[in-house]
């Protein structure tokens, strides 16, 4: 139940919700937060690896080709094909991941939206007087709306597209030679 709903919940039943309530759902929003961002990270990391793996299949046909015991009598087929199939993978890796760590963060957004404004109900965005200063427990209303995961689908679709692009020149390469 987001924050919103509850409040509306709980004001019908009581005033509204307890200090301990507030403190709950902060600790929840926070819990909720750190899972999804482990989510996105995880999203990245198989992409990652999913492209290593492309990219490694890859080398291993480019090396059958530039250096067989029996020379293949489709060597421009093959090439082309390499491209094909790499580029469908790259595509398809890089795709879904993008749609995942999108979808994700939307979710860690909004627990941050929440998170912050439970830390708001507690006051620790008000300032307080600590040793002859005027200062706040908490400054960053921003938390959990960052970009910093659209620079980790630049690198996914970067890696993917270098993958396509090596296999590209590839294919050109064997067409020129043969």
């Not at 987001?2 to 509306?8: N, Y």
């Not at 009581?14 to 200090?19: A, E």
């Not at 046909?61 to 090439?79: C, D």
Request: proline share 2%.
């Amino acid at each position: 139940m987001s924050l919103d709903a509850w409040c509306k919940f709980g004001m019908s039943k009581r005033k509204g919700p307890t200090m301990s309530d507030l403190a709950e759902n902060k600790r929840e929003m926070f819990d909720g937060m750190r899972a999804y961002h482990q989510s996105e990270i995880s999203h990245a990391h198989h992409a990652i690896t999913m492209l290593l793996a492309i990219s490694a299949a890859a080398g291993a046909v480019v090396l059958a080709i530039l250096f067989p015991q029996v020379t293949p009598k489709h060597v421009q087929e093959i090439a082309w094909g390499l491209w094909v199939v790499v580029s469908v993978f790259a595509v398809t890796v890089a795709w879904t991941a993008h749609i995942k760590i999108s979808s994700d963060h939307q979710i860690y957004a909004r627990f941050g939206a929440e998170y912050v404004k439970t830390c708001e109900l507690l006051g620790f965005y008000d300032p307080v007087e600590w040793s002859a200063q005027k200062t706040s427990i908490k400054t960053d209303k921003k938390i959990g709306q960052g970009k910093g995961y659209r620079k980790t689908q630049a690198i996914i679709w970067s890696f993917a597209a270098m993958l396509i692009a090596l296999t590209l020149l590839f294919a050109l390469l064997i067409d020129h030679l043969v």
